[in-house]
């Protein structure tokens, strides 16, 4: 199902500070965006959206731990306890990407041909559909023509880019550098090339990109023109430009508004007003692929109750498996199974409320609520993340309980599908705080904020 509705970008505030010494410019990318939430302009209930994002979540899950699983050479087919092949993303409906991303525009080329593309923390390219490859799949904005663009150019298969990029699939043909990427709910191939990319719309900037002149091949982008990549990997537009950090603040999806993203001098937490104090952990890279950040989750509470879950079960392995993932496109929790466990068991003896004989959907656990009374009028223990140092991350009832269907209030957290995969900090869990990735010191700070006020 295709939703096409209007999305917005706002641009507040924009501050390029162009430094030119004789021999080098630098250019310090500081932008603002307020970017549009997954479900803006549709007219789905609440409990429709939290559902949508809920499946979305292990088509995602389900699709990046399959490449998790590849790269750490574990077996993907249904051997073994419990694998990623235990879930496919094609057990899942597929619905549009945007449910799970933040929107924002740019223009492509010269002169700029307007794209609106969705921020991917899950990938790192940055692609749009383009006439070049063949049709493509129906889109808001007119489809970019890199004919119409002397700035366009290909790139060869011996560039870096080509050598460089992680993609599902990549083949030379014609000396282009072709290549293929799974996303879970969608896939999207295309050739590498560079363009002039221009940021802002009241003030542009121009920078020029390795980017993919694509198209989708499969699923929808409900109507985006394509992807804008964030992940730590090595065709992002961070580490073209040597953004050294970038912060967001997630307004609940449910609510419809606007989510501001920063990058560079823009993305400091002690700017804005935030609701608590600034927390910050070491940012961990996983020793063999570049798909998420990591932070150092070493133990976990529900309110005062510290739960029996070892520090070795949460860590991030030298072999690539466990550790805690940060992201913003994935909707629920993930825990190691363990973990998992443990906290389920302290929900239940916490929670005055009978647990549900069925739960709703995937959700894993849901408890009963008192006729005519929603989540709102429930009070739970704060559920706490412990990091490695001290810091804590405490989560309050709407950071990971969910209200999916009349009368039922269901955990946002859900087990991790295979034995190595990651646990998932996801964006129910980032709403209301403003989230800063530095990645120049490696560092990944937090605070609560009301993010609707910044
Ligand atoms: C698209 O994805 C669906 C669901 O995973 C699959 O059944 C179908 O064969 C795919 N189509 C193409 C053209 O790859
Ligand atoms: C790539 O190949 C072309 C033609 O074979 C050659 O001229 C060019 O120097 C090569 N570039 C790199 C980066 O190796
Ligand atoms: C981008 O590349 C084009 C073509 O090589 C060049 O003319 C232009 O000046 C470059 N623009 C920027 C902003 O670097
Ligand atoms: C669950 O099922 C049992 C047995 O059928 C029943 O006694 C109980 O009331 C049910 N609980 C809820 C919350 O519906």
């Known amino acids: ?91 899942v409906t597929v619905t549009p990407f945007t449910h799970q991303g933040h929107v924002l525009s740019v223009g492509i ?36 023509d890199p004919s119409r663009s002397p700035t366009f150019s290909l790139l060869p298969c011996n560039s870096t880019a080509c050598a460089e990029g992680a993609f599902t699939s990549k083949s030379c043909t014609d000396r282009r550098c072709q290549y293929e990427n799974d996303y879970g709910v969608l896939t999207a191939g295309g050739v590498l090339a560079t363009e002039t990319f221009t940021f802002g719309s009241h003030h542009e900037v121009a920078v020029n990109l390795t980017f993919g002149c694509g198209k989708l091949t499969n699923g929808t982008i409900a109507g985006a023109s394509g992807i804008l990549g964030l992940s730590p990997g090595p ?30 001098a823009m993305a400091d937490l002690a700017k804005y007003k935030t609701t608590g104090k600034i927390q910050t952990v070491p940012l961990l890279k996983n020793p063999v692929e570049d798909l998420y950040y990591y932070v150092p989750m070493v133990g976990i509470s529900l309110g005062t109750k510290k739960l029996d879950v070892s520090a070795e079960s949460l860590e991030l392995q030298a072999d690539g498996t466990g550790g805690t993932a940060v992201d913003s496109a994935t909707t629920l929790a993930y825990l190691v199974p363990p973990a998992f466990e443990a ?31 929603t989540m709102d009028g429930v009070e739970v223990p704060q559920l706490v993340l412990h990091f490695d140092g001290g810091a804590e991350m405490m989560l309050s009832r709407d950071n990971y309980f969910q209200e999916p269907s009349p009368g039922m209030m269901c955990l946002a957290v859900v087990p991790s599908p295979f034995e190595g995969a990651p646990s998932v900090i996801g964006n129910v869990q980032q709403q209301n705080m403003h989230v800063l990735y530095d990645l120049e010191k490696r560092t990944f700070s937090y605070a609560p904020t009301q993010c609707d006020k910044l």
Not at 56 to 65: N, W
Not at 239 to 258: E, G, M, N, V, W
Request: glycine share 6%; aromatic share 8%; proline share 7%.
């Open 109 to 144: 080329g010269t002169p700029p041909q307007a794209s609106k593309v969705v921020l991917d923390m899950g990938s790192d390219l940055l692609w749009s559909q383009c006439s070049l490859v063949g049709p493509s799949v129906a889109q808001e904005e007119p489809v970019y």
């Open 235 to 264: 065709l992002s537009l961070l580490k073209q430009l040597s953004i050294p950090k970038f912060s967001y603040c997630l307004t609940p999806f449910a609510d419809r508004k606007t989510s501001p993203v920063m990058f560079g």
């Open 1 to 91: 199902m295709a939703y096409h509705h209007p999305h917005r970008l706002l641009l507040v505030f924009l501050a390029i500070v162009a430094t030119a010494t004789p021999s080098i410019a630098i250019f310090h990318f500081d932008f603002r965006f307020d970017t549009d939430g997954p479900f803006s302009g549709g007219r789905l209930s609440r409990r429709d959206m939290w559902r949508r994002a809920a499946l979305e979540s292990k088509a995602r899950h389900a699709a990046t731990s399959a490449r998790l699983a590849k790269a750490l050479g574990k077996p993907c087919d249904g051997t073994g306890s419990a694998t990623a092949g235990d879930i496919s993303a094609a057990d």
């Open 343 to 373: 906290l389920k068991q302290a929900v239940v003896e916490a929670v005055k409320l009978p647990a549900a004989n069925k739960t709703v959907d995937d959700y894993p656990m849901c408890f009963v609520l008192p006729k005519g009374m």
